[in-house]
């Protein structure tokens, strides 16, 4: 469903997700709910202070254990609910990817006009 003018499909949470915020170095952990999630960022509500998301950048973690997780940077907040932007790694490497194959189909010889 997409709401608020967004550029990407935007999903709320019909129930409470619970997810945790933490540091990137590890050394601090928040409590939050997800409220809603797109391709590319997030809506949550921070239990607790918001004063270690000055940090700027820290992961979200998705599971109890931490093994899903995304890394995320702040975009804004506004009382206790913080806005978030997905920082993603493996677009970087994508668009290597794809440069890289635009270069070797660049590479690959052309039709023979010797006939």
């Not at 921070?46 to 997780?69: I, N, P, R």
């Not at 997905?86 to 039709?111: C, I, L, M, W, Y």
């Amino acid at each position: 469903m997409k709401f608020d003018n967004r550029k990407t499909l935007r999903v709320r949470m019909e129930h409470r997700q619970p997810v945790n915020l933490m540091g990137s170095d590890g050394t601090w952990r928040r409590s939050c709910v997800l409220l809603d999630v797109s391709q590319t960022g997030a809506k949550i509500e921070v239990e607790g202070t918001l004063d270690v998301l000055q940090a700027k950048e820290f992961f979200m973690l998705l599971s109890s254990t931490g093994l899903a997780y995304r890394r995320c940077e702040l975009v804004w907040i506004d009382g206790t609910m913080a806005g978030v932007h997905f920082v993603d790694a493996g677009g970087r490497k994508e668009r290597a990817k794809a440069s890289s194959s635009q270069n070797t189909a660049s590479q690959r010889p052309g039709p023979d006009k010797s006939a």
